[in-house]
């Protein structure tokens, strides 16, 4: 069985027609900004869970979306911090750089807002797809003029890998909890299984969501051990007794070095968004500002062929590799030229920069004054080792 969108009438201009397979956090960016300025073109998302967006919590700096892009967010109930704060062994700072966070929950709901149910096919499960059609389990085949692959990520060959993976929980207190704002990095906690570091947000005067994650060279994630530590963390707020009111949990790859043609050849016709493509952070895995820069470049193109998505798609990923290659740099640092318990000191050793090269830090706009301030300073770790882990790019 096959279907094809509905035709234009004979006295309209051709409607493009484009399948976004995932909705997720990047695909559902994307659809969102097409049904906001592109109207006229036919989109339909297809997704295998019940809702889109998984269960996650998606988080970015203030300064990581510029102004030109902030409207793709329009309608997403987000929480929103105007500061944030880091701790560690020899340093504890309160940053002026506003911190915002959206859960899935929120995401799905701006989608079935934004959306016609005609738009999109939730629990739905796609057995293959090609540049211009998708296979379904159920056998049915849908033809576009274009499919973009926003399916999360994928097999990464000929990277240099190591792994950031976390467990979270959402707690709900019987008293405030007195946790101001976001502590992003609490590196102040036993260092366990690489760099470690517990993550809170508070949500509500009476709701955290706490995380326990690390930086570390095996993917593989005892959600058990992390329960029982996010417990502890739970028990010292001095709140009361929580309760658990949502559990997530994430292995995202942190490149250190590889190759972008190996993770996107450019043989492959299908153009991609998301993690799958390479867009995130290859430090924080953060992946919400390259989602909502891809959404509103796609909304404003005027050929949705899959070989234009795909060729423009592709060179934006290549240039976010390109410009990002320093960041590899410091993962390598932060993964092999330390001990593992020590590797918390590369970041605390960051951390003593001013505000501003900081949020260029997170946006991915680092400057060239900005990079050598990173590596100037008393060295973190042994200087031999430093140089060691910069020089081992992938061929």
Same mark, same amino acid.
């Given at each position: ?28 960016? +994307? ?24 269960? /996650? ?26 500061? /944030? ?9 309160? =940053? ?29 499960? =796609? ?20 499919? =973009? ?27 405030? /909890?007195?946790? +101001? ?36 060279? &095996? ?50 016709? =299908? ?19 390259? +989602? ?11 050929? %949705? ?19 990002? &290659? ?35 830090? %997170? ?33």
């Amino acid at each position: 069985m096959s279907c094809r969108f509905r035709q234009a009438p004979s006295d309209q201009a051709f409607v493009s027609r484009i399948v976004i397979a995932g909705g997720g956090l990047a695909g559902g960016l +994307a659809a969102l900004a097409l049904a906001r300025r592109r109207p006229e073109v036919e989109l339909l998302v297809i997704d295998q869970g019940a809702d889109f967006g998984g269960n /996650h919590t998606w988080s970015f700096f203030d300064t990581d979306i510029p102004p030109d892009t902030r409207w793709v967010l329009d309608g997403i109930d987000a929480v929103r911090w105007t500061d /944030h704060e880091i701790r560690f062994p020899r340093r504890r700072r309160t =940053i002026p750089i506003g911190y915002n966070s959206i859960r899935s929950a929120a995401l799905d709901a701006a989608l079935k807002g934004s959306l016609r149910p005609a738009q999109y096919r939730l629990g739905t499960e =796609i057995a293959g797809f090609g540049p211009t059609e998708v296979q379904l389990a159920n056998g049915e085949t849908i033809a576009a003029d274009a499919v =973009i692959d926003a399916r999360g990520p994928g097999p990464m060959p000929g990277q240099q890998l190591g792994w950031q993976k976390f467990v979270g929980r959402l707690y709900r207190f019987p008293t405030p /909890h007195k946790v +101001a704002r976001p502590i992003i990095m609490d590196a102040t906690v036993p260092q366990h299984d690489g760099y470690r570091f517990v993550y809170y947000l508070p949500m509500s005067a009476t709701q955290v969501l706490i995380e326990d994650t690390y930086y570390s060279a &095996g993917a593989a994630l005892d959600r058990d051990a992390l329960r029982q530590r996010l417990e502890q963390a739970a028990a010292a707020l001095g709140a009361g007794e929580p309760a658990v009111e949502d559990e997530e949990h994430g292995v995202l790859p942190v490149v250190m070095g590889g190759d972008f043609d190996a993770l996107w050849p450019n043989s492959d016709p =299908i153009p991609r968004l998301g993690l799958r493509g390479g867009f995130f952070h290859p430090t924080t895995s953060y992946s919400l500002p390259d +989602a909502a820069a891809n959404a509103a470049w796609l909304a404003a193109q005027t050929d %949705y062929s899959a070989a234009a998505l795909t060729t423009g798609l592709r060179a934006r990923g290549a240039k976010m590799w390109r410009e990002r &290659g320093f960041y590899r740099l410091l993962n390598r640092m932060l993964f092999r030229a330390a001990e593992p318990d020590q590797s918390y000191r590369v970041l605390e050793h960051f951390y003593r920069l001013p505000p501003g090269p900081i949020a260029r830090f %997170y946006a991915g706009r680092l400057t060239a004054f900005d990079k050598l301030r990173v590596l100037t300073g008393k060295p973190p770790v042994p200087i031999g080792r430093a140089l060691s882990a910069i020089f081992r790019e992938a061929a």
